[in-house]
């Protein structure tokens, strides 16, 4: 018997609980891991809720994200004893996830734990934080340096932003941190932000093109504050767009983009390629700060996390929640 947090829709309406389920329960799937942590991310929150159709089987068990072990392997890549992390791939979605003491995946989307992260480092750092790394790689792949100019990173206190302004202050940018929670300001300087600005200067309607002002965006928000962020984007300066907190919409102009040549990056963590992924986390590795990692992290237990999805949903999370199965 193993614990996880199930997901269920039917007559009587939609509920998120903690269940013992037996082996049975198990889906389909070359591995089967012993999982150590899993976290909560913003889609995790949706999913809790109902607030968004994210789920889209029932029963399910929700989570997008785990580390763990491998128990039992018949796939040729895995061997039991491996340290594995996991992020995607419609886990949590169509397919039974992390937010569990057990999952059974398919082997192909596994990553190797780089052998710097304990599974609990590796879910601080989790999808949010992947993926802030793929926005981050994206940036320099369009060959932005310190040199380029500022980069402003939006939704600054939550799991995608925090991680990224560590990240890219540890890489020697300069970087400008958007949050709606400004008496935060002295612990977003404490991950390296050189300035902090209030969302309210970007999320309400602006203008096609504004006053040049960072070389480089990495927005998980959308909606209006990602048109303002291109339209203040330096001349060939780059976006990486992978969240959507405000909203789906781009109310924006297309101004940026044939007046000054600015590049709008769509960022996906959840149908990356392997090879990707792999970079992705071999980077983290080399790159995070681990003592700015741990000083973000708040960890809860299993019968914790339908709380806390909620709470991430209304803003009330600062940095990353890493939730221990096991607890």
Same mark, same amino acid.
């Given at each position: 018997m193993y614990q996880a947090l199930v997901i269920d829709k039917d007559e009587t309406g939609y509920r998120a609980s903690i269940k013992q389920l /037996?082996? /049975?329960?198990?889906p389909e799937g070359d591995v089967t891991v012993r999982v150590d942590y899993s976290t909560i991310n913003y889609k995790d929150g949706l999913a809790i809720t109902g607030k968004s159709p994210v789920v889209r089987k029932f029963p399910l068990v929700a989570g997008i994200d785990f580390a763990g072990t491998v128990e039992s392997s018949s796939h040729a890549a895995w061997k039991p004893g491996d340290k594995v992390v996991l992020n995607g791939w419609g886990v949590g979605e169509t397919h039974s996830g992390g937010l569990a003491q057990r999952a059974r995946v398919r082997g192909d989307w596994l990553v190797a734990?780089?052998? $710097?992260?304990?599974t609990r480092q590796a879910m601080a750092v989790g999808t949010a934080g992947y993926t802030a790394m793929l926005c981050v790689m994206a940036l320099q792949g369009h060959g932005l340096t310190p040199a380029s100019g500022d980069i402003l990173v939006t939704g600054a206190n939550g799991g995608v932003g925090s991680v990224a302004v560590a990240l890219l202050s540890k890489l020697g940018f300069r970087v400008i941190a958007s949050t709606g929670r400004t008496h935060e300001a002295e612990a977003l300087k404490a991950l390296g932000a050189a300035e902090v600005i209030d969302r309210a200067e970007l999320? *309400?309607?602006g =203008?096609?093109? *504004? =006053?040049?002002?960072?070389?480089? @965006?990495?927005?998980?928000?959308?909606?209006?504050?990602?048109?303002?962020?291109?339209?203040g984007t330096k001349y060939r300066g780059a976006v990486a767009a992978c969240g959507l907190a405000q909203g789906m919409d781009f109310p924006g102009s297309v101004a940026p983009f044939i007046l000054r040549g600015v590049t709008l990056y769509g960022i996906d963590s959840v149908m990356a390629p392997k090879a990707l992924r792999e970079q992705a986390w071999a980077r983290l590795a080399q790159d995070l700060d681990l003592a700015k990692l741990d000083s973000l992290v708040?960890?809860?237990p299993l019968a914790g996390a339908i709380a806390a999805g909620? /709470?991430?949903?209304?803003? =009330? @999370? $600062?940095?990353?929640? @890493?939730?221990?199965v096991n607890a």
């Open positions: /037996d082996d /049975d329960n198990l734990l780089p052998s $710097r992260l304990t999320s *309400a309607p =203008k096609p093109l *504004a =006053k040049e002002r960072w070389a480089g @965006v990495v927005d998980s928000v959308g909606s209006h504050t990602l048109a303002n962020a291109c339209a708040h960890e809860i909620a /709470d991430i949903l209304a803003g =009330k @999370v $600062r940095g990353r929640l @890493v939730v221990n």
